[in-house]
């Protein structure tokens, strides 16, 4: 695979897997009461928080496998039954999600929890995030960057969307929403199952 490729194929599916439009309702919903200015900082910080966390995967990912002794195959196989599950939760159940968050109490902090982490950076998106790292060894020593920088693509097209989200909400309304979340849910649906076949052809 060529870096153009692996570029594309890696933010899209990073994209998808962070869940732009969950983030949404979950950071209209805890921001609701804030102006535009605090809503917009807020968004800022989550994904910056979410920014470095991931990156750190990027670069330690194939140092947390080798720790522990992990195979490919068997990250693939662990990694894609992961994605599988949050995948029938963006599906099924988001509003699990709407309902954790208007637990959160301490309205200083959101952009790390819950914003920053789990909703951006979730372990779906670090597990991803880890298996792309090991992939990108085997492709070009260029392809970490490249993955890097996919990363940044979806991250920033996340913020894009946080800070229209009043915007977004009032053209879309939350049934749309709700049904482009469930598409996303569908994709990487079958992108997890695709990774899990990967896996086991690989035993």
């Known amino acids: 695979m060529d870096l153009g490729n692996f570029f594309l194929k890696s933010f899209s599916s990073i994209f998808i897997i962070i869940a732009p439009f969950l983030a949404l309702r979950i950071f209209i ?6 102006k535009e200015e605090i809503k917009n900082e807020i968004a800022f910080k989550s ?3 979410a920014a470095i966390f991931l990156l750190l995967f990027i670069a330690f990912g194939n140092n947390i496998l ?14 894609g039954l992961i994605l599988f599950v949050f995948s029938l ?10 309902n954790r968050s208007k637990k959160i109490n301490d309205r200083n ?8 982490i789990p909703v951006i950076a979730g372990p779906g998106a670090m597990t991803y995030i880890i298996m792309l790292s090991n992939e990108a060894k ?9 993955l890097a920088l996919s990363l940044v693509c979806a991250l920033f097209f996340t913020y894009v969307i946080l800070i229209l989200g009043d915007y977004i909400f009032e053209k879309l309304g939350n049934k749309w929403i709700s049904i482009l979340q469930k598409i996303s849910g569908i994709i990487l649906a079958a992108i997890s199952i695709q990774i899990i076949m990967n896996g086991l052809n690989k035993i």
Do not use: R, W
Not at 66 to 79: H, P, T
Not at 138 to 146: G, K, P, Q, R, V
């Open 29 to 34: 919903s805890l921001t609701a009461a804030e």
């Open 89 to 98: 939760q963006f599906i099924l159940c988001p509003e699990n999600y709407d």
């Open 138 to 146: 085997n492709i070009h020593f260029m392809a970490t960057i490249t």
């Open 47 to 49: 994904v910056m928080v």
């Open 66 to 79: 080798n720790l522990f002794g992990i195979s490919e195959e068997a990250l693939k196989i662990s990694g």
């Open 109 to 116: 902090e959101i952009y790390v929890f819950p914003l920053g």
